[in-house]
């Protein structure tokens, strides 16, 4: 709930499933205005059925990705799995010479992690590596640096039980860096400058006691500030690092006014707000007439959900919005005719520019489809020259990958809900073996993209129906209000509704129906199960809630700035202890008819391993049998191979046993 502290830290219920479809999100580029597609009725099989692929094959480590390019465009890195020396592969940093836009001479191994994955990682200029790390999933990230010539490594932010994060790597200052971390006060951020060469730090922005969030200028100066009291959220701004900050704006928790970046001057800043209407927009703002907003881009078919900036050409790129797909807004002549340019190389591949050179002449071009993680290339735009690095996955055919169509349903008290179904290669959609797949957060979405777990459960002949319940993001501000204080009811009733559509279609045999969800899917999960026990003939609960009231008694302590306003979102813990203790799946264990199958790290910070555990000891306690694996070195999700493949592994003979997917079609 930092914005702060991370991507993640905003969202309480980010989970690896989660991550996934963000990334899907995130990989999502089409410009290309796409209909929502209704699923189509039977028809006749004109596909071979593919062979099942090993659980392996979807879920391990690339042998090589997550490219970025140096400053100067003159080096490349990337990620590729290392022996720990125990049989485990974990991902590390090598880098490579780029000749000519191709790597060239031999690669070096600069990072050399054991315990876990590095979590992700960019260069800072041309001669250092910033990456992030936790320990045994607790998320108290640190910030490292690596020098690229010598291999030395520095932990920037060391101390137990600390969170840090990069606010802005300072592009214009070699030697310096600009992050926040939660060393003084667990429960918020200061930034800091850091000198890279020593690892000293200097105080420039601290923390009050309740900002939940900043933004610098294009000189690397903190400038603006957010910050919560109540249910309020105030945005702070200051001429210089010299001045106080002074409040501008202010909303309540319901109106988001999200910011950006600043303009090429420094004086006016962008941001994405939905004052005054529905759908949210990019705006740009005079801190001198902080209630005028000058819309720059909005659309009625979605929020906006985010923008671009050019550092190297000083203006904005485009804007980004996703209904059924996500689609782009260009402002730049430029930057619009070079996708054009790609587009034209790379025919009916989704395209994300993932890094590029400090002049912004060199990239690295992800390309993909709902079918294939896809290629990814060295592009340099003077030349429009594009360079093949690697395939991310070549063990699965694209032809044995199932297509994701957008779908619509309607809910009992009217609401338009959207989705995504994927059907089994190779087999008519008449009577299918489904497991309904609710996401995350819950105030995030599904996206279209390729998604491996979707993939890996098509392969092994389910259907799979994803919901953007009420309350999943990009839809606008009513359907967003529609969830609060929702958890287990209305939400919930979305989610039975397409189940429900789903079999009236004909595609979904009623009863041979799963339901398997991450976070607060988990939680969706295991309402489903206790509020409607009949419709589903197995469950999976990946790290979800159980507990609405000892849920939020144990959260971490940097999202308590922003505990009023989840309890207005999900339920006060006092207030509406009735409704909450009702709607938690663990006081209704005694409805679970359902087999169940449930997995919990137990270093999970946002949902505690408690959780699990009294869902478990409830239905030990009917004496029922219930699956449980707990992984003493994960958190919230599992991210070490070895333990993705032991899940998958137990989910894929569990749906086997109890939904049968190979079994003959009804008479």
């Known amino acids: 709930m930092n914005p702060g502290a991370g991507a993640a830290a905003s969202n309480p219920f980010l989970t690896l499933h989660d991550a996934i479809a963000m990334l899907t999100r995130l990989l999502s580029a089409s410009t ?18 593919p062979p099942h692929y090993p659980v392996r094959d979807f879920f391990a480590q690339p042998d090589i990705a997550y490219f970025r390019l140096s400053g100067d465009g003159k080096t490349l890195s990337y990620m590729k799995p290392v022996d720990n020396g125990q049989g485990q592969r974990r991902l590390n940093i090598f880098v490579q010479p780029l000749v000519d836009g191709r790597p060239h001479g031999e690669a070096r191994q ?17 001669d250092t590596i910033l990456y992030q790390k936790d320990f045994g999933g607790d998320e108290n990230y640190h910030v490292v640096a690596v020098d690229v010539k010598t291999g030395n490594v520095r932990d920037l932010t060391p101390g137990d039980k600390l969170r840090a994060s990069v606010e802005d790597d300072l592009p214009d200052d070699p030697a310096h860096v600009l992050i926040s971390h939660n060393r003084r006060n667990a429960e918020v951020f200061d930034v800091y400058r850091y000198t890279l060469a020593t690892g000293a730090e200097t105080l420039v922005a601290q923390n009050p006691g309740d900002y939940v969030g900043w933004l610098t200028d294009h000189a690397g100066n903190v400038r603006m500030a957010v910050k919560t009291t109540g249910l309020d959220t105030v945005i702070l701004y200051r001429p210089d690092e010299k001045s106080a900050f002074k409040p501008i704006i202010t909303t309540d928790y319901k109106t988001d006014v999200n910011l950006a970046f600043f303009d090429a001057d420094n004086r006016h800043f962008y941001a994405i707000s939905n004052r005054g209407r529905d759908k949210k ?10 209630d005028v907003e000058h819309v720059v881009f909005a659309t009625d078919a979605a929020d906006v959900s985010g923008a671009s900036w050019s550092r190297a050409h000083k203006r904005l790129i485009a804007a980004e919005y996703e209904d059924a797909r996500l689609h782009r807004q260009f402002f730049d002549p430029a930057y619009k005719a070079m996708f054009a340019k790609l587009e034209q190389q790379l025919p009916g591949m989704e395209l994300l520019l993932q890094s590029a050179s400090l002049p912004e002449t060199r990239f690295i071009v992800a390309a993909f489809s709902d079918r294939t993680p896809g290629t990814r290339y060295v592009y340099d735009a003077p030349t429009n020259k594009l360079s093949k690095l690697a395939d991310i996955n070549d063990k699965l055919p694209v032809a044995a990958m199932a297509p994701m169509k957008p779908v619509t349903f309607t809910a009992r008290d009217g609401l338009t809900i959207h989705g995504y179904l994927t059907l089994p290669v190779g087999r008519a959609p008449k009577d299918l073996a489904c497991i309904v797949n609710p996401h995350g957060g819950p105030w995030a979405r599904d996206s279209w993209g390729f998604n491996p777990e979707v993939q890996f459960l098509a392969n092994r002949g389910y259907c799979i129906l994803q919901i953007n319940y009420r309350g999943s993001l990009g839809y606008g501000r009513k359907f967003w209000e529609a969830s609060f204080g929702q958890w287990g009811l209305a939400m919930q009733d979305d989610i039975t509704d397409g189940v429900k559509w789903l079999v009236a279609q004909g595609i979904a045999d009623p009863k041979r129906i799963g339901i398997y969800g991450g976070s607060y899917g988990g939680y969706a999960t295991l309402s489903g199960i206790t509020k409607t026990p009949d419709l589903y003939a197995a469950a999976v609960d990946y790290v979800g809630v159980a507990n609405l009231l000892t849920f939020l008694n144990t959260i971490p302590p940097y999202w308590r700035p922003e505990l009023p306003k989840t309890y207005e979102m999900i339920g006060d813990p006092v207030k509406d202890k009735e409704r909450m203790m009702a709607t938690s799946p663990v006081n209704n264990a005694d409805k679970i008819v359902t087999p169940l199958l449930i997995a919990q790290g137990a270093r999970d910070p946002r949902v505690n391993k408690d959780e699990s555990d009294q869902m478990v000891a409830a239905l030990k306690k009917r004496g029922v049998d219930v699956q449980y694996i ?4 994960e958190g919230h999700g599992f991210h070490n191979e070895e333990n993705q493949f032991e899940f998958y592994g137990a989910m894929e003979a569990f749906f086997a046993k109890y939904l049968h997917p190979d079994a003959p079609l009804k008479p």
Do not use: C
């Open 32 to 49: 290309l205005a796409l209909a929502v597609l209704a699923a189509q009725p039977a028809h006749a099989v004109t596909e071979p059925m």
């Open 110 to 126: 600069l990072t050399h992690e054991t315990a876990r994955d590095i979590a992700n990682y960019f260069w800072k200029g041309s």
């Open 281 to 290: 927009a990019l705006v740009r703002i005079d801190p001198a007439q902080p």
């Open 630 to 633: 707990v992984k003493d070195n």
